[in-house]
């Protein structure tokens, strides 16, 4: 079952980043990465055509206060956004049924692609959710023509789980891998569901 989750006012911290709430000064960096081509269109959106778009997504992530903005430590840039959102189908994963999850989304700017940032964003939330939000799984997908997240993924140690096709924001069919990632300080006993679209294994 979705977890219960708000960032209030939590910080963390690795090497280079800080990742903390989004805020309204936000807005132009967030514009900045946002309107590039190719970016949001990675993880199923359209990039913001205006500004008044990016707008409009802050004041969603300010008000649902479960997405937090990618911070270089140097300089406090915002340069993508790690959303902790509830994962879909949760009537239909009954393996899930009386235990904690939630899904991880991200977005980056394209000018920090290749140098490892997602990956370091990744692993520290998945600290945080596993060792003080007491989360038992984590589930992250993404689009089988998405070749980089899937390395993040796989780096942060997702194992395949299901093979799916998704509806996009932007009304387009894809082809994605949602992937599982298990509290390893839990002794989880799954039961899975619907064995057409399963490709979890078990080590």
């Not at 997908?141 to 942060?156: A, L, W």
């Amino acid at each position: 079952m979705n977890a219960n989750f708000k960032i209030n006012g939590k910080t963390l911290e690795t090497s280079r980043l800080i990742l903390r709430s989004f805020k309204q000064a936000d807005l132009n960096d967030f514009y900045e990465y946002a309107s590039v081509d190719g970016v949001g269109e990675m993880a199923g959106w359209s990039h913001h055509e205006n500004i008044e778009t990016s707008q409009e997504i802050l004041n969603q992530f300010i008000n649902e206060d479960k997405t937090f903005a990618i911070c270089l430590k140097e300089s406090n840039k915002v340069i993508g956004s790690l959303g902790i959102e509830e994962y879909k189908l949760e009537d239909k994963l009954t393996e899930f049924y009386g235990y904690k999850g939630r899904e991880i989304g991200y977005v980056l700017s394209k000018n920090y692609w290749g140098q490892g940032i997602m990956p370091e964003a990744v692993k520290t939330v998945i600290d945080y959710l596993f060792n003080e939000c007491n989360l038992d799984f984590l589930l992250c997908g993404y689009f089988v023509f998405n070749s980089q997240s899937k390395r993040v993924q796989e780096k942060c140690g997702f194992k395949p789980y299901r093979k799916l096709v998704m509806q996009t924001k932007m009304e387009t069919q894809e082809t994605s891998v949602l992937n599982l990632l298990i509290n390893p300080n839990k002794n989880l006993k799954l039961n899975f569901s619907h064995p057409e679209t399963l490709i979890y294994k078990n080590d």
